[in-house]
């Protein structure tokens, strides 16, 4: 049931496909659109993502109303620090992540298979669904290519 509902949260997210973003690129015909009230937001992250000096940086994380942070390849990216919940994310790269049911991101991933995420996708904890996944994620590289 984890499995599945973790599927269709991913499956129901947006994919953008602007290579550099600035709000009028993501609105692109053809495309899910983000909520405007959310693009604001979506090109922060995005950016904070793409201009991390630390290599491997693949996702930029708003906890709770203006806690931003970025996590790299392998680092556990817990769903929730200090009492605040993981509100929205912004992958700049393309990974494949396993949940866990700690959030140091210990007692192995739950369910046992990975899920692949590509650049450019944005996660909103709608309802605090991010509690539904576990309390942390551990993601890998991989080799899908962002949206065209």
């Given at each position: 049931m984890?499995?599945l509902?973790?599927?269709?949260?991913f499956?129901?997210?947006?994919?953008?496909?602007?290579?550099?973003i600035?709000?009028?690129?993501?609105?692109?015909?053809?495309?899910?659109?983000?909520?405007?009230?959310?693009?604001?937001?979506?090109?922060?992250?995005?950016?904070?993502?793409?201009?991390?000096?630390?290599?491997?940086?693949?996702?930029?994380?708003?906890?709770?109303?203006?806690?931003?942070?970025?996590?790299?390849?392998?680092q556990?990216?817990?769903?929730?620090?200090?009492?605040?919940?993981?509100e929205?994310?912004v992958?700049?790269?393309?990974?494949?992540?396993?949940?866990?049911?700690?959030?140091?991101?210990?007692?192995?991933?739950v369910?046992?298979?990975?899920?692949?995420?590509?650049?450019?996708?944005?996660?909103?904890?709608?309802?605090?669904?991010?509690?539904?996944?576990?309390q942390g994620?551990?993601?890998?590289?991989?080799?899908?290519?962002?949206?065209?």
């Open positions: 984890k499995l509902s973790t599927l269709i949260i499956a129901a997210s947006m994919l953008v496909a602007a290579q550099d600035t709000p009028a690129d993501v609105l692109l015909p053809g495309f899910p659109t983000i909520p405007l009230k959310l693009i604001p937001e979506y090109v922060k992250l995005y950016n904070m993502c793409q201009d991390s000096n630390i290599n491997g940086t693949y996702v930029a994380v708003r906890y709770g109303d203006n806690d931003y942070t970025t996590f790299k390849y392998n556990c990216y817990p769903y929730a620090i200090d009492g605040n919940e993981a929205m994310a992958f700049c790269k393309s990974v494949t992540c396993y949940s866990n049911p700690n959030p140091d991101c210990t007692g192995g991933a369910p046992p298979v990975p899920v692949p995420l590509v650049a450019k996708l944005f996660l909103v904890n709608v309802a605090d669904f991010v509690q539904l996944l576990g994620a551990t993601c890998q590289q991989n080799g899908i290519p962002p949206p065209l």
